[in-house]
């Protein structure tokens, strides 16, 4: 029977699950003589002896024929497992790439993925930079693991060691890990990439506005604790760039992958592409500064969709496309208050810092020729927090039990086998405090949300009671109205979710589910040895 979704702008394509199969006459024959031994007068004992007989040898068959019938369903899993690739946009909106609406930014790469791949309408991260990654590479909401919130350079804090990750699963499945681009889960030595499963690394460790001119005095306020923007290989800092400097970034991370690809190209690889872009100050390169319809922001955004459609061609080149897995999606929604140097959330309320869909629904592409059928969308309810089992069942591994985890496998909803959410709930904490949860299209607000929609200085209040406010995302995607008084069943239902995870993570405290996270006693600012000079990367022509 097709599958179809005519909610979404690109239509499920049709899938056919085959109906069971007939069963044979001898089957057939063998039923109806257990029939009427049933139902009529009894038989003579070496005639009961031949029904039993035959009613066995029926149920062996039937029972080979549902397994056959249910290998035949199965995905046919890949002689060698995919390639992985993970595309984590800085600050992107909802609103800001042409398959979810945007007129402004010109992003034919993404767009070609759309239809090529699957949408995935309703897939969740976290409000701002720290949670979202934590979230991404663990598979936890990002309190359990204790990176609620944003940390700053030469912090004391970061990712534990204790935690399992996604590279370091997957180089258990004999996958070779590489990290390109923005870290920002601790920048202390013991954080970086190389320690939580990647072989290699090349990338800032937070932010590109975090760069300053601090040389590691103890005497600087803390405030004033930023030292140069440092380009870290691994774990040593090979060049600062500041400013200007940071125009060449896209393309040293772009140039890496695609040196990546080409050096694993017998595969499997974990390729983690967090891109600087677009978080401001915005530094798009000289090839597409000024070409957009959409000022210095439209630049980046493109620079992005370039960078992309460099690693779609890098695979359909190698012949890699069949067996490579692309998931493209944004580590939290745009960054408002900047104005036009901030994107947009399309239809969405909010932005970047808060709980309103527009601070946490992310523009989500998953593209897999021959796998995920092309030109779908799935409005389920997803998140980063899905990709860690994803990703590992999809290598032939087990994720770990020693550990709680918040996500779920999505394969059978990319491959199409269903177009139910398999995780059915997604809770929205900013910071320490949870402050809403969805279940279906029904989204229960419980404290006050921040829209951060508007310029520096001008921010408004966020929401006033009565709380609960309860939004059918369904039918108010711009959660405008509050029906609480219409459904109070509904709102029974999800509070009753809602004392669930104050039992486990804490509504506002921290809950018994709640893990450390690493720590470092006397964190140092990473930074260029005296007397090593930068080392200068050569970008492709």
């Not at 702008?9 to 049933?38: C, F, G, H, Q, V």
């Not at 945007?102 to 090529?116: G, Q, V, Y």
């Not at 990290?179 to 013991?190: A, L, S, T």
Request: with cysteine; glycine share 10%.
């Amino acid at each position: 029977m097709p599958i179809n979704d005519p909610r979404q702008p690109w239509t499920r394509s049709k899938i056919e699950i085959p109906d069971y199969l007939s069963a044979p006459p001898r089957i057939r024959e063998t039923n109806a003589i257990w029939r009427r031994s049933i139902f009529s007068s009894p038989p003579p004992m070496n005639h009961l002896f031949d029904v039993l007989k035959s009613a066995c040898l029926g149920a062996v068959i039937l029972a080979f024929l549902g397994k056959a019938q249910a290998l035949a369903q199965a995905p046919a899993k890949p002689a060698v497992p995919p390639n992985i690739i993970v595309i984590l946009v800085d600050d992107l909106g909802y609103g800001d790439v042409g398959c979810y609406g945007s007129t402004l930014n010109r992003t034919p790469n993404c767009d070609r993925m759309a239809m090529e791949g699957m949408k995935l309408t309703s897939f969740y991260a976290a409000p701002v930079c720290t949670p979202s990654r934590a979230s991404l590479l663990t598979g936890c909401y990002a309190k359990r693991v204790s990176l609620p919130a944003v940390i700053f350079p030469a912090a004391k804090f970061g990712l534990s060691a204790e935690e399992h990750t996604i590279p370091q699963l997957l180089k258990d499945q004999g996958y070779a890990t590489e990290c390109i681009g923005k870290w920002h889960v601790g920048d202390q030595p013991e954080f970086l990439p190389t320690h939580r499963g990647f072989e290699h690394y090349l990338g800032f460790p937070y932010s590109n506005d975090m760069g300053g001119e601090w040389d590691g005095s103890p005497d600087t306020p803390p405030g004033a604790r930023k030292p140069p923007m440092p380009l870290v290989r691994d774990e040593e800092v090979i060049d600062t760039m500041n400013g200007a400097k940071q125009d060449k970034i896209e393309q040293i991370y772009t140039d890496e992958a695609v040196k990546f690809i080409h050096e694993h190209k017998g595969g499997p690889f974990f390729l983690y592409l967090a891109h600087t872009a677009v978080h401001v100050p915005l530094h798009p390169g000289q090839a597409f500064r000024g070409k957009s319809k959409n000022g210095t922001y439209g630049d980046w955004v493109e620079e992005v969709d370039a960078s992309t459609g460099r690693i779609l061609d890098t695979l359909h080149e190698m012949k890699l496309s069949e067996n490579t897995l692309i998931l493209f999606t944004s580590d939290n929604g745009p960054w408002l208050i900047q104005g036009r140097d901030g994107g947009t959330a399309g239809p969405l309320r909010g932005g970047k810092g808060g709980t309103f869909e527009g601070g946490m629904r992310e523009p989500t592409i998953a593209w897999w020729p021959g796998h995920i059928p092309a030109g779908t969308s799935s409005d389920a309810v997803t998140g980063e927090i899905d990709l860690l089992p994803t990703f590992v069942k999809l290598a032939g591994g087990i994720v770990p039990t020693d550990k709680k985890i918040d996500g779920v496998d999505l394969l059978p909803l990319l491959l199409g086998q269903t177009n139910e959410s398999p995780r059915g709930v997604q809770y929205y904490f900013d910071g320490n405090q949870l402050q809403a949860v969805r279940r279906g299209p029904w989204k229960l607000a419980i404290a006050p949300q921040r829209e951060n929609n508007r310029p520096k200085g001008q921010q408004q209040a966020p929401t006033q009671p009565p709380f609960p406010k309860l939004y059918n995302l369904e039918s108010d995607i711009g959660e405008s109205t509050d029906v609480t008084a219409q459904h109070p069943d509904v709102v029974k239902e999800l509070q009753a979710l809602i004392s669930k995870m104050d039992a486990d993570l804490g509504i506002k405290g921290k809950g018994r589910g709640v893990r450390p996270p690493g720590y470092v006693a006397n964190p140092k600012p990473l930074l260029l040895r005296t007397g090593t000079g930068s080392r200068t990367i050569s970008v492709s022509p």
